[in-house]
């Protein structure tokens, strides 16, 4: 694609939009409509999950200015919260004035966990099962010929002991395990099921759960970012001010875990928005997200912010983000495959890497509206279209009603209703 820069995007018309992309990507117009509500089928999702009585929809955005290790990118975000595509965006912005997000994703690799119980001598048992670690590792080599093939498979084998539990010690066995570009569930848990009967004649016990763990702490992608202090200034707030506001809110998070929970789920409105629109799991990425935000024992921010030697405004964002683009709904939904080529995205690695760049830009946004102007101006001119539209406002009406709700401070649905019948009243 030419550039994630398309000035004026916002004030197209849906389908003026969907053309433009497709001159900017390699998406055709008909390969963007599967971005409509009726992307995915009925007949799709009644093979996707159980109970199927329909399909739900929510809003798909698309993020822009984003440029990820010299790359530009356009990011489709499923969300349904005002702000958030607009806040990103124009992070991205500021973010591309500073050479973009710098970010690094490592190896695929994820963690299967195996339970150990009904065992006599702990130590014994581990150190049976290390005794025989590299044929153990060779055997689950082979469970997956194709994965073997593609440079995956099994990494390490590794024991840990559980010394307090409400059932006593225990162990409990990790196997490291490299999934490519997959999300990795399926190929872990299978991992682990045929692997249980050799751990259990190893040690003389009882292999109890078996499957992956969602602190994928082995898969973090981070995310840095300069934003130029030429880029921060605007209303009556100087660059410095807002550079300084925005590393005190964020030392807030830093420190008192109160805030830091609502911080964390400003990062993961733009996460989850990506993961969602790319059919990944967003419960596993906000699973993993979380835990990793206490791994010191307390939890914190996952983002840091601070300056550099020149003043700039500097972020840096580290995150267990376990995507795929192989298997589950990201080959099966037609919505997901589109986002994903919209993207330009050629590996796991690659869609991480543009994933914890949106979390950091949403970081940036939320921090910087908090620190200046209030979280509640900007959100609330966005949220009173909605109010406007549940009150009953159609067409026209909307931006106006929305533009009086904002203007009167008051974004409520009894006073939209009001208006609105002020308006039927007089004609």
């Known amino acids: 694609m030419s550039s994630s820069r398309i000035p004026g995007f916002y004030n197209l018309s849906v389908a003026a939009r969907r053309e433009r992309l497709a001159a900017e ?23 996707m999950i159980e109970n199927v ?19 530009d990118v356009l990011v489709p975000m499923a969300v349904e919260e005002p702000s958030v595509v607009a806040g990103a965006s124009f992070m991205a912005k500021l973010a591309r004035a500073g050479g973009g997000f710098r970010t690094v994703a490592p190896e695929p690799v994820m963690i299967g966990q195996m339970q150990l119980l009904d065992v006599d001598d702990l130590q014994a048992a581990a150190d049976a099962i290390l005794a025989e670690k590299e044929r153990l590792l060779a055997e689950t080599a082979e469970i997956d010929p194709v994965l073997k093939r593609l440079g995956g498979g099994p990494r390490d084998l590794e024991i840990r002991r559980i010394e307090q539990s409400p059932i006593g010690p225990f162990l409990v066995l990790h196997l490291i395990y490299d999934v490519r570009d997959a999300m990795g569930a399926n190929a872990i848990n299978t991992a682990c099921e045929r692997l249980a009967p050799r751990i259990e004649a190893l040690s003389g016990g009882r292999v109890h759960l078996r499957i992956l763990s969602n602190l994928a702490d082995r898969r973090v992608a981070r995310s840095e970012c300069t934003i130029p202090l030429s880029e921060l200034a605007f209303q009556e707030f100087s660059a410095e001010q807002v550079r300084d506001g925005v590393i005190e809110a964020w030392a807030f998070a830093a420190a008192d875990p109160y805030r830091a929970a609502t911080h964390n789920k400003g990062i993961m409105n733009g996460v989850d928005a990506v993961v969602i629109a790319t059919g990944n799991d967003w419960r596993a990425v906000e699973a993993g997200g979380h835990a990793y935000a206490a791994r010191s024992g307390r939890y914190t921010s996952l983002s840091e912010w601070g300056k550099d030697r020149e003043g700039n405004l500097v972020g840096r964002l580290e995150l267990p983000i376990a995507v795929g683009i192989v298997g589950g709904a990201t080959k099966v939904h037609p919505a997901a495959r589109a986002a994903l080529k919209l993207m330009g995205i050629e590996n796991a690695g690659q869609l991480a890497e543009v994933i914890v760049s949106v979390g950091l830009a949403q970081n940036l946004a939320a921090l910087r509206a908090l620190a200046t102007e209030g979280i509640q101006r900007g959100h609330m001119g966005l949220h009173a279209r909605q109010v406007a539209i549940a009150a009953g406002a159609e067409g ?15 974004v409520r649905s009894d006073r939209a209703e009001e208006i609105l019948k002020e308006w039927q009243h007089n004609g």
């Not at 990507?25 to 093979?47: C, K, N, P, W, Y």
């Open 25 to 47: 990507t390699r998406l055709s117009v008909e390969e963007l409509a599967a971005f409509d509500a009726q992307g995915l089928s009925i007949e799709q999702a009644d093979h």
């Open 53 to 71: 009585i329909g399909v739900h929809g929510l809003p798909l955005g698309v993020a822009l200015n984003f440029l990820v290790n010299g790359r």
């Open 396 to 410: 026209e009406q909307i931006e106006r009603l929305a533009a009086q709700l904002v203007s009167e401070g008051a």
